[in-house]
């Protein structure tokens, strides 16, 4: 497998405060990775650096052997490098149709630009395609702003892959969301993942929803990775158990 992005010796700080302390880690293409970490271990960081939203004091990230480093925000979804946020950004006053329309149709002028956009007809059909892949069809015409946190997160989750990512970066995609449904959510979000080939990212503090459906873990603390593997390894990790999850008895995986 061909590594899709690259970051190199990246450093962060903010005062006192250093998020990002010399990391450097590669991503395979069509992977699935966790990043796990206590509260202000560089997590958030890490994935706003890689998506524009904060800039490396140094190093550089590459994303299918590009320099990204210092490009917007704006210009890096549109090499398909997309996320979702840990609060939901929603257009609060349109129906989930409406929403997933207005991504949509980004997405195809985008597309357009290149000479590959889809037709009119196309960007309806993909709506649909969306609502359904998700689970969101009988939610459709319901207002954005009257859904509950887990249906929020979904139809955030759903606005990012309507973007055609290469990579999704997914920021605590389960925190909020109640217990019955957090794994139905990142079912459907890992399935359309899958089936797409995008490599997935996220930030997640569930231990349940990382061994379940991370195939590598980066583990994260006080800016730097202290453990990189697949999740069996990482979690049995004596300094990750000490620093990250507590001194829970390590188990397989689910």
Do not use: W
Not at 156 to 166: F, G, H, Q, S, Y
Request: hydrophobic fraction near 45%.
């Amino acid at each position: 497998m061909n590594a899709i992005l690259r970051a190199e010796n990246l450093h962060k700080r903010f005062g006192a405060v250093t998020p990002a302390n010399d990391i450097s880690v590669s991503i395979e293409h069509g992977s699935a990775v966790g990043l796990i970490g206590g509260n202000g271990a560089g997590k958030t960081t890490f994935i706003n650096m890689v998506t524009g939203y904060l800039k490396p004091d140094t190093g550089t990230i590459r994303y299918a052997d590009r320099d990204i480093t210092r490009l917007s925000p704006r210009r890096i979804t549109d090499l398909g490098v997309c996320r979702s946020f840990q609060i939901p950004q929603l257009f609060e006053g349109l129906t989930v149709r409406e929403n997933l329309l207005v991504a949509e149709s980004v997405s195809a002028e985008r597309l357009r630009k290149r000479g590959t956009g889809p037709a009119a007809g196309d960007v309806a059909e993909g709506v649909g395609d969306r609502l359904d892949a998700l689970g969101l069809v009988p939610y459709s015409e319901h207002r954005a702003s009257a859904l509950p946190e887990g249906l929020r997160k979904l139809l955030d989750v759903a606005m990012a892959i309507a973007m055609k990512p290469t990579i999704l970066l997914l920021d605590e995609p389960t925190s909020g969301v109640s217990r019955d449904e957090k794994f139905d959510i990142m079912e459907m979000v890992m399935n359309v993942a899958r089936a797409n080939g995008v490599t997935t990212i996220f930030v997640e503090h569930d231990m349940d929803i990382v061994e379940r459906y991370a195939q590598r873990i980066l583990a994260f603390c006080e800016g730097r990775i202290i453990a990189d593997g697949v999740p069996v390894t990482v979690l049995a990790d004596a300094d990750v158990r000490r620093l990250i999850i507590g001194d829970r008895p390590a188990h397989a995986a689910h």
